[in-house]
């Protein structure tokens, strides 16, 4: 993918390797997946044909997150103005 937004010296990798991978486990796997297929395609597309991507990959995403993670996301933010995305993530599991 040619993408790099971060750089350790070696004797630190495996440390700050586990400190991403913690915070990967912490995400929703579906959003995660749709996310990475989403950079790939997007990126060869037209405006248009990325925002028609986007939009079906939107709705399939909803209809496969059984955890209703967006639904909790959003009640966090909205409703109890526990989470301020940008600023940390949101708790998965109440």
Known sequence: MR???T???RERLREETVA???ELLSK?????SAAKEAYKAVKTM???EAFEYMTAKTIATSALDVDKGR???LSQFLDDK???P???GFKVKD
């Not at 929703?28 to 995660?32: D, E, T, Y």
């Open 3 to 5: 993408l790099v937004n």
């Open 7 to 9: 750089s350790v010296p």
């Open 20 to 22: 991403l991978a913690k």
């Open 28 to 32: 929703l796997p579906v959003a995660l």
């Open 46 to 48: 037209d405006f248009q």
């Open 71 to 73: 639904a909790k996301a």
């Open 82 to 84: 526990s989470y301020r």
């Open 86 to 88: 940008g600023f940390g």
